[in-house]
């Protein structure tokens, strides 16, 4: 037998995590409230792009994974890492899924275990908030009887280059012993590891790349908004400026910012140093006003669009290609196209949308999904192009399709607009 991981939460963060800690010999649980979720996984269908059925089958197979809606199965584990998720609630971080997988650990925590947090938090959380949960539950003190850690996530749902063992993954501990034992259970599952001081560096670590990337499109999308106006093309500059190679980084404008981290860590961030410090965060506060406001941009320049067409929106048939926060992936949580669907549907538009990635997205009643063929197409008053999957047929979308409104820049036509 080998040592025994349970790791808590099977989505997009903790599956892989799961499948790859199997590859590495461990002999994994994956732990998980959603009863239809844990039913797939034991029958070895994944609902994970970057985790294929076989993987799960093959998991299955060996003995090696179970998935389970019950705790008494994690009993005996010698490694626990946390992969919940960390939702705001009215603008503060909402820790009730760690307080819960915490609570219901904790009796499990023998002498000697390891827990690792791996959910995206403000600096403190994994000691201050975490630390005596595990201590109540399991009667025991850390570091002395049980040992206790921070890694942030970095998982890319998509991405075919980096992947769960070639990202390197930075690592903490309470303690010198923690980290020891942490770093050496990570070295088994990825590439390079990267140990840093603090639980509270690691902490701030996952923070700080998300809040670049947020603050960074935020500049691009206000970019775009007023190269519009200015008449530049600002996919064009953008082109441009990514030939400097060094002092810049690519990023690209869009209807917002979507999935389980860009809209929620940075303001984890900002809670943190107005909580703490009685400062407020300028360029988070900055960032967000600007990027929650873009998908209302989007359907205000759809609107004048159809105006200038003759068309209202209120009537108008709307066919939205993409539905997740990113290409290539079916990941839908906080997705801005979300957004600028239901506005458009608020406002009366026939909305039809095509995703053939995302499989399970809550829309209002009355929207069609459908797919993306010639006659749907040519049938539309208004293509809107929001997630940029390459399965869609762009030149199709730009042949036949009366008008389009691409927030991507995929399609180029004169009857093209692009953000």
Not at 67 to 90: K, M
Not at 358 to 374: N, Y
Not at 383 to 396: G, I, P, Q
Request: proline share 6%; charged share 25%; with cysteine.
């Amino acid at each position: 037998m080998g040592e025994k991981l349970v790791v808590v939460g099977q989505g997009y963060v903790g599956l892989p995590l799961a499948m790859r800690a199997v590859e590495a010999g461990f002999d994994v649980v994956g732990i998980d409230v959603d009863e239809w979720r844990v039913k797939r996984l034991n029958a070895g269908e994944s609902f994970v792009e970057d985790i294929g059925d076989e993987q799960v089958a093959a998991a299955l197979r060996g003995g090696r994974y179970l998935a389970s809606t019950d705790y008494a199965d994690a009993e005996g584990f010698d490694l626990c890492v946390i992969t919940v998720p960390t939702p705001l609630s009215e603008g503060a971080p909402d820790l009730c899924h760690i307080a819960s997988a915490g609570r219901s650990i904790a009796p499990l925590v023998r002498p000697g275990a390891t827990v690792v947090l791996e959910s995206t938090t403000y600096p403190g959380t994994t000691e201050e908030y975490l630390l005596p949960i595990l201590e109540e539950g399991s009667g025991l003190r850390a570091p002395e009887d049980f040992l206790l850690g921070y890694s942030p996530e970095r998982i890319d749902p998509g991405n075919a280059v980096w992947r769960l063992e070639n990202t390197p993954k930075v690592v903490s501990g309470i303690d010198a012993a923690s980290l020891k034992r942490i770093q050496g259970f990570y070295q088994r599952v990825v590439d390079r590891v990267v140990p840093v001081s603090s639980l509270q560096v690691a902490e701030l670590c996952k923070l700080l790349e998300n809040t670049f990337r947020h603050v960074n499109i935020a500049l691009v999308n206000e970019l775009a908004i007023f190269a519009e106006q200015l008449g530049i093309d600002v996919w064009e500059a953008i082109d441009a400026a990514s030939t400097k190679p060094f002092g810049y980084m690519r990023f690209t404008p869009g209807p917002g910012v979507g999935g389980h981290c860009l809209p929620i860590d940075p303001s984890y961030l900002s809670w943190k140093v107005k909580r703490s410090l009685g400062h407020n965060f300028r360029f988070v506060e900055l960032a967000n006003d600007i990027n929650d406001h873009m998908p209302d941009r989007v359907v205000h320049r759809l609107m004048l669009a159809l105006n200038q067409r003759g068309k209202a929106l209120n009537g108008s048939r709307v066919v939205v290609l993409g539905l997740a926060y990113k290409k290539n992936a079916g990941d839908c949580r906080e997705s801005p196209a979300i957004d600028v669907v239901k506005s458009l549907h608020k406002l009366g538009a026939r909305v039809r949308a095509a995703d053939p990635h995302v499989t399970d997205c809550r829309l209002p009643a009355g929207i069609e999904i459908v797919e993306a063929t010639r006659r749907e197409l040519a049938e539309a008053d208004a293509v809107l192009v929001l997630t940029d999957h390459d399965v869609f047929d762009y030149e199709l979308v730009q042949e036949v399709s009366p008008y389009v409104f691409d927030t991507r820049n995929r399609c180029r036509g004169p009857n093209v607009e692009v953000l």
